[in-house]
């Protein structure tokens, strides 16, 4: 397991605040992960991660605001499954272009 802000192993990520988290390991014959991806946008951003990243804490590591319009409290998310280690698979590239994707205009 692996975080955003460096931190590598179990221990070292568990509770601690992160934009993102990988998780990757043995597969088979080879090594996949999956990244879990935090929005800036989502309230209490950087989320605060359990133990191990998962899917199932991604709606638990966010509050809502003190303010809800419509009642609603959307989160943003994205989870990426990759080959290969954190660093094989550039996880902190993947999620610097989930929160800053590229705006194309096209001209005629």
């Given at each position: 397991v692996e975080n955003s802000e460096g931190d590598v192993g179990r221990k070292e990520v568990q509770n601690k605040r992160a934009k993102w988290c990988d998780i990757s390991g043995k597969v088979g014959d080879g090594i996949n992960g999956i990244g879990l991806f935090d929005h800036p946008q989502n309230s209490e951003h950087p989320g605060l991660w359990?133990?191990?990243?998962?899917?199932?804490?991604?709606?638990?590591?966010?509050?809502?605001?003190?303010?809800?319009?419509?009642?609603?409290?959307?989160?943003?998310?994205?989870?990426?499954?990759?080959?290969?280690?954190?660093?094989?698979?550039?996880?902190?590239?993947?999620?610097?272009?989930?929160?800053?994707?590229?705006n194309v205009e096209l001209l005629s």
């Open positions: 359990g133990r191990i990243a998962v899917a199932s804490q991604m709606t638990l590591v966010h509050h809502p605001p003190d303010e809800i319009d419509d009642d609603r409290f959307r989160l943003n998310y994205r989870i990426y499954i990759h080959n290969g280690t954190t660093s094989d698979a550039d996880v902190k590239s993947r999620y610097q272009s989930y929160v800053s994707p590229v």
